[in-house]
């Protein structure tokens, strides 16, 4: 997995990127009550909002960690919002991404950088 600034992770599986957000970032937010998916098939930018999580205490904006196609949404969290404290880095994936160049992950933190940044 790679990690965000925003307290997002990415995980790649096949050519796709998943994403989600953090353990951390679920926990910050409190009790997850809604999330607006992207549409499938949207082609997005680096830093395009591109998700909104409404929790209990505040509502928050996801940003499109890098420039591709949403191929994929997890329907699953628009009914059951609180999976995303129940299983944040695992059932909880918001959307699945095609990207041309895989390697563009490497400017994103590994596991030990990130747990060095949230403390």
């Given amino acids: 997995m790679k990690f965000t600034k925003d307290h997002e992770w990415l995980r790649v599986e096949g050519d796709l990127v998943v ?3 953090t353990e951390h970032a679920a ?10 998916l992207p549409e499938p098939e949207t082609m997005v930018a680096e830093g395009d ?19 591709g196609e949403i191929v994929e949404v997890n329907d699953k969290l ?6 995303v404290n129940e ?11 095609r990207i041309d160049d895989l390697s563009v ?5 590994d596991e030990d ?7």
């Fill in 78 to 83: 628009t009914d059951k919002p609180g999976l």
């Fill in 113 to 119: 950088e990130y747990q060095d940044l949230v403390g």
């Fill in 19 to 21: 994403v989600g957000i």
């Fill in 87 to 97: 299983d944040p880095t695992g059932a909880a994936w918001f959307f699945k991404m």
């Fill in 27 to 36: 926990t910050q937010l409190g009790d997850v009550v809604f999330v607006e």
């Fill in 49 to 67: 909002e591109i998700c909104v999580i409404e929790s209990v205490k505040a509502a928050s904006d996801i940003l499109a960690p890098v420039d």
């Fill in 105 to 109: 992950l490497d400017q994103f933190m």
